[in-house]
């Protein structure tokens, strides 16, 4: 691994949707989970607003688009693609601030993203249905796609009566985002909210690719949560979590410190954002006073990691300096998603944590536990952490800045 080349997160590997024949459909009754799609590949305001629902026999339409209980049952990669297979995204052309004009389809796309529960649909097609091959480091893949002719809700939608009162207030939308996320509402949920554009003042909403949102939530939540991290003690010991997930092995270390975070993603030849023969890796950090850029190199894989990280740190009431490891390995072989990134980051936080009062020790058998459960070498993070080579040698936060 000696000439592992570091740089942006690398192209993603192609995932082919096969299903069956249903390309002379064009009008059904469905179930959307519910789940709308807001596509950025239009040139901007431009963007696709997509229903998201299955087409075909089904039994419950909520499983196509939750990713927290794919996690919390182990599904594995072909489960999670073959339920994305079956999802058809029926879409149509906007602009973004045609989310304040009233708009037929618009309201319909804007009354699933915020129902609470799925929500029946009639759906007419323009043309055939196209298949998808999606492939994405931040998007959950779908598998097929057509231009959307009409639309009908045929149920009643179900509305939770806080979030219904956060979009109609005149609040910015973080404000709005952090208010929901107090209530219990979930980033799933407000990533959809987000994406919709119903939070913020009335002259400033406009719809937001699902991308961006994604990203946008996992972002502004945990900055929120960090203005009470930094705020509490340091934590006592050295800790380290680990676990893997869908072919992700995480390494999580904790140190005595101020707040700081550091994220390393190593690529495996043959995994799902590195298909060539060399090792890749990513890196991006910040330290106490946080990022003044976008994290380019780790993308929405670094905001997706720091989120649930700083969850835990709000529930022991504790802040740290934080170090993680991402290793990809080759069966990851299709992204699914930045849930996947959260979700496993979680899994290894819920294992509990290896508690040491000596640095050196800790160190010392981090390096063991890499070696013996992934078979990775970590003198390559030694050596290269902001954290562990400048940030956690200054001894007051004084001389950091």
Same mark, same amino acid.
């Given at each position: 691994?000696?000439?592992?080349?570091?740089?942006k997160s690398g192209?993603?590997g192609k995932i082919?949707?096969?299903?069956?024949d249903?390309?002379?459909?064009s009008k059904?009754e469905?179930?959307? &989970?519910p789940s709308?799609?807001?596509g950025?590949?239009?040139?901007? &305001?431009?963007?696709n607003?997509?229903?998201?629902?299955?087409?075909?026999?089904?039994?419950?339409?909520?499983v196509?688009?939750?990713?927290e209980?794919?996690?919390k049952? !182990?599904?594995s990669? !072909?489960?999670?693609?073959k339920?994305?297979?079956?999802?058809?995204?029926?879409r149509f052309?906007?602009k973004?601030q045609?989310?304040?004009?009233n708009?037929?389809?618009?309201e319909i796309?804007?009354d699933?993203?915020l129902?609470?529960? *799925?929500?029946?649909v009639e759906?007419?097609?323009k043309?055939?249905i196209?298949?998808g091959?999606?492939?994405d480091n931040?998007?959950? &893949?779908h598998g097929?796609?057509?231009?959307?002719?009409?639309a009908k809700?045929?149920?009643?939608?179900?509305?939770?009566?806080?979030?219904?009162?956060v979009?109609h207030d005149?609040?910015?939308?973080?404000?709005?985002?952090n208010l929901?996320?107090?209530?219990g509402i979930n980033e799933?949920?407000?990533?959809?909210i987000?994406?919709?554009g119903?939070l913020?003042l009335?002259k400033?909403k406009?719809?937001? &690719?699902?991308?961006?949102?994604?990203t946008?939530?996992?972002d502004?939540?945990?900055?929120?949560?960090?203005?009470?991290i930094?705020g509490?003690n340091?934590?006592e010991?050295?800790e380290?979590?680990?676990?893997?997930?869908?072919?992700n092995?995480?390494?999580?270390?904790?140190f005595p410190?101020?707040?700081?975070f550091?994220?390393f993603e190593?690529?495996? *030849?043959?995994?799902?954002?590195n298909p060539g023969?060399?090792?890749k890796a990513?890196?991006d950090y910040e330290?106490?006073l946080g990022r003044?850029?976008?994290?380019?190199?780790?993308?929405?894989?670094y905001?997706?990691?720091?989120f649930p990280?700083?969850?835990?740190?709000e529930?022991i009431k504790?802040?740290?300096g934080?170090?993680?490891?991402r290793?990809?390995t080759?069966?990851?072989?299709a992204?699914l998603?930045v849930w996947v990134?959260?979700?496993s980051?979680?899994?290894?936080?819920?294992?509990?944590?290896?508690?040491f009062s000596?640095?050196e020790e800790f160190?010392d058998?981090?390096k063991?536990?890499?070696?013996?459960?992934?078979?990775f070498?970590?003198?390559?993070?030694y050596?290269k952490?902001w954290?562990l080579?400048y940030?956690?040698k200054q001894?007051?936060?004084?001389?950091?800045f």
């Open positions: 691994m000696e000439n592992i080349k570091f740089g192209k993603v082919d949707f096969k299903s069956k249903i390309s002379r459909l059904f469905s179930i959307s &989970p709308i799609f807001i950025s590949k239009l040139t901007y &305001p431009n963007v607003v997509g229903i998201l629902s299955p087409v075909g026999e089904f039994e419950d339409a909520q196509y688009d939750d990713c209980n794919w996690a049952n !182990n599904y990669i !072909n489960d999670v693609v339920l994305r297979t079956g999802l058809l995204n029926s052309k906007s973004v045609d989310v304040r004009l708009k037929k389809f618009v796309a804007k699933i993203a129902s609470s529960k *799925p929500v029946d759906i007419e097609l043309n055939k196209s298949s091959n999606l492939k931040v998007l959950t &893949p097929m796609k057509g231009e959307l002719k009409d809700i045929t149920s009643n939608v179900k509305i939770n009566n806080f979030v219904d009162k979009i005149e609040i910015k939308s973080i404000e709005g985002m929901l996320y107090k209530k799933y949920s407000l990533s959809k987000l994406s919709i119903v913020g009335s400033d406009k719809l937001v &690719p699902t991308r961006w949102s994604i946008a939530t996992d502004a939540i945990s900055k929120e949560i960090l203005k009470k930094k509490y340091e934590i010991n050295y380290l979590m680990f676990g893997e997930f869908l072919g092995q995480y390494l999580i270390l904790l410190s101020v707040f700081s550091e994220l190593f690529y495996y *030849p043959g995994s799902s954002w023969k060399d090792f990513s890196h330290g106490f003044k850029e976008y994290a380019f190199n780790c993308a929405g894989g905001y997706a990691t720091r990280i700083t969850e835990y740190l529930k504790r802040q740290a934080v170090l993680v490891v290793l990809e080759p069966s990851y072989w992204s998603g990134v959260r979700e980051v979680r899994k290894a936080i819920n294992k509990g944590s290896l508690k000596d640095k160190l058998s981090v063991k536990i890499a070696k013996i459960k992934y078979d070498d970590i003198n390559l993070i050596e952490s954290f080579n940030a956690e001894k007051s936060l004084g001389k950091w």
